[in-house]
Protein backbone atom coordinates (compact mmCIF):
# COMPACT_ATOMS: atom_id res chain seq x y z
CA UNK A 1 0.00 0.00 0.00
CA UNK A 2 1.41 3.34 -0.93
CA UNK A 3 0.54 7.19 -0.62
CA UNK A 4 -1.41 6.80 -3.83
CA UNK A 5 -5.27 6.45 -2.08
CA UNK A 6 -6.91 9.76 -1.71
CA UNK A 7 -9.98 10.24 0.49
CA UNK A 8 -11.17 13.15 -1.06
CA UNK A 9 -11.89 13.95 -4.55
CA UNK A 10 -10.98 17.34 -6.15
CA UNK A 11 -12.12 19.30 -9.31
CA UNK A 12 -9.94 20.75 -11.85
CA UNK A 13 -10.96 24.40 -10.46
CA UNK A 14 -9.85 23.95 -6.96
CA UNK A 15 -7.30 25.45 -5.39
CA UNK A 16 -4.45 23.23 -4.44
CA UNK A 17 -4.28 21.55 -1.24
CA UNK A 18 -1.88 23.00 1.45
CA UNK A 19 0.20 20.78 3.91
CA UNK A 20 2.15 20.85 6.78
CA UNK A 21 4.42 18.47 8.43
CA UNK A 22 5.33 17.73 12.53
CA UNK A 23 7.77 15.83 13.40
CA UNK A 24 7.25 13.63 17.08
CA UNK A 25 10.05 11.47 18.65
CA UNK A 26 8.17 8.62 20.51
CA UNK A 27 8.23 8.36 24.06
CA UNK A 28 8.25 5.08 26.29
CA UNK A 29 4.84 6.41 27.60
CA UNK A 30 3.37 5.86 24.13
CA UNK A 31 4.64 2.43 23.52
CA UNK A 32 2.74 -0.95 24.86
CA UNK A 33 4.14 -3.97 26.50
CA UNK A 34 5.63 -5.39 22.85
CA UNK A 35 7.42 -1.48 22.32
CA UNK A 36 5.09 -0.85 19.67
CA UNK A 37 3.02 2.55 19.41
CA UNK A 38 -0.21 1.46 21.45
CA UNK A 39 -2.94 2.49 18.08
CA UNK A 40 -4.75 4.83 20.23
CA UNK A 41 -1.77 7.48 20.32
CA UNK A 42 -2.38 7.82 16.57
CA UNK A 43 -5.15 10.69 17.70
CA UNK A 44 -2.77 12.78 19.20
CA UNK A 45 -0.20 12.21 16.22
CA UNK A 46 -2.96 13.47 13.92
CA UNK A 47 -3.84 16.65 16.34
CA UNK A 48 0.17 17.38 16.02
CA UNK A 49 -0.39 17.77 12.13
CA UNK A 50 -3.26 19.92 12.55
CA UNK A 51 -1.25 22.14 14.97
CA UNK A 52 1.70 22.57 12.30
CA UNK A 53 -0.94 23.46 10.11
CA UNK A 54 -2.73 25.94 11.84
CA UNK A 55 1.06 27.49 13.36
CA UNK A 56 1.78 27.71 9.33
CA UNK A 57 -1.12 29.07 7.62
CA UNK A 58 -2.50 31.22 10.09
CA UNK A 59 -5.55 28.87 11.06
CA UNK A 60 -4.19 27.80 14.80
CA UNK A 61 -7.19 26.55 17.94
CA UNK A 62 -6.27 29.81 19.34
CA UNK A 63 -6.99 32.46 15.85
CA UNK A 64 -10.18 30.17 16.24
CA UNK A 65 -10.59 30.39 19.84
CA UNK A 66 -10.48 33.88 19.56
CA UNK A 67 -12.74 34.15 16.58
CA UNK A 68 -15.20 32.61 18.88
CA UNK A 69 -15.22 29.38 16.67
CA UNK A 70 -13.95 25.96 17.29
CA UNK A 71 -14.11 23.04 14.54
CA UNK A 72 -15.08 19.58 16.26
CA UNK A 73 -13.83 16.30 14.33
CA UNK A 74 -17.34 14.84 13.48
CA UNK A 75 -15.37 11.73 11.34
CA UNK A 76 -12.00 10.01 11.74
CA UNK A 77 -10.24 7.16 10.03
CA UNK A 78 -6.87 5.17 10.64
CA UNK A 79 -5.13 2.62 8.44
CA UNK A 80 -2.59 1.54 10.28
CA UNK A 81 -0.05 -0.26 7.78
CA UNK A 82 3.00 -1.15 10.16
CA UNK A 83 4.30 -0.37 13.43
CA UNK A 84 5.91 2.25 15.32
CA UNK A 85 8.05 1.64 18.00
CA UNK A 86 9.67 3.64 21.23
CA UNK A 87 12.40 6.57 20.04
CA UNK A 88 11.32 6.10 16.51
CA UNK A 89 10.95 9.35 14.92
CA UNK A 90 7.71 10.33 12.87
CA UNK A 91 6.77 12.44 10.49
CA UNK A 92 2.88 13.81 10.32
CA UNK A 93 1.83 15.55 7.51
CA UNK A 94 -1.71 17.11 6.99
CA UNK A 95 -2.54 17.68 4.09
CA UNK A 96 -5.95 19.72 3.98
CA UNK A 97 -8.24 19.60 0.53
CA UNK A 98 -10.50 22.79 -0.49
CA UNK A 99 -14.32 21.67 0.04
CA UNK A 100 -17.01 24.65 -1.32
CA UNK A 101 -18.60 23.32 2.17
CA UNK A 102 -17.64 24.87 5.47
CA UNK A 103 -15.15 22.04 6.74
CA UNK A 104 -12.01 21.06 7.17
CA UNK A 105 -10.79 17.62 5.12
CA UNK A 106 -7.96 16.80 6.59
CA UNK A 107 -5.67 13.98 5.09
CA UNK A 108 -2.30 12.19 6.70
CA UNK A 109 0.27 10.79 5.66
CA UNK A 110 2.34 9.62 8.44
CA UNK A 111 5.73 8.61 8.23
CA UNK A 112 9.19 6.64 10.23
CA UNK A 113 12.19 6.16 8.79
CA UNK A 114 10.98 6.94 5.30
CA UNK A 115 8.10 4.16 5.53
CA UNK A 116 4.82 4.71 5.61
CA UNK A 117 3.01 3.72 8.71
CA UNK A 118 -0.58 4.73 8.92
CA UNK A 119 -2.69 6.92 7.04
CA UNK A 120 -6.34 8.55 7.32
CA UNK A 121 -8.40 11.51 7.52
CA UNK A 122 -10.24 13.52 10.05
CA UNK A 123 -13.76 15.72 8.74
CA UNK A 124 -14.03 18.76 11.19
CA UNK A 125 -17.27 21.03 11.45
CA UNK A 126 -17.15 24.88 12.68
CA UNK A 127 -19.03 25.39 15.43
CA UNK A 128 -19.77 28.51 17.91
CA UNK A 129 -18.82 28.57 21.52
CA UNK A 130 -22.27 27.10 22.66
CA UNK A 131 -21.67 24.36 20.36
CA UNK A 132 -24.13 25.08 17.53
CA UNK A 133 -23.31 24.83 14.34
CA UNK A 134 -22.11 27.98 11.65
CA UNK A 135 -23.23 27.86 8.16
CA UNK A 136 -21.50 31.43 7.73
CA UNK A 137 -18.04 31.94 7.49
CA UNK A 138 -16.28 33.90 10.24
CA UNK A 139 -13.95 36.39 9.34
CA UNK A 140 -11.11 34.45 10.06
CA UNK A 141 -12.27 31.27 7.81
CA UNK A 142 -13.45 33.96 5.23
CA UNK A 143 -9.95 35.26 4.57
CA UNK A 144 -7.93 31.98 4.95
CA UNK A 145 -10.11 30.28 1.85
CA UNK A 146 -9.73 33.56 -0.29
CA UNK A 147 -5.75 33.68 0.68
CA UNK A 148 -6.26 29.86 -0.45
CA UNK A 149 -8.26 30.30 -3.33
CA UNK A 150 -6.09 33.49 -4.80
CA UNK A 151 -3.06 31.53 -4.35
CA UNK A 152 -1.18 33.18 -1.55
CA UNK A 153 -0.33 29.87 0.10
CA UNK A 154 2.96 29.28 -1.94
Not at 6 to 34: G, H, T
Request: charged share 25%; proline share 3%; net charge negative.
Amino acid sequence: MGFSKRYFKSNLEDPESLSAVAIRRIRFEEVDMLGIVWHGNYVSFLDDGRIAFGDKYGLSYMAMKEEGVAAPIVQMHLDYISPVYFDNVLEIEAILHWSDSLRLNFEYKLTCEGRQVARGYTIQLFVDMEGNLIIIPPNLIKEFRHKWKKGDFK
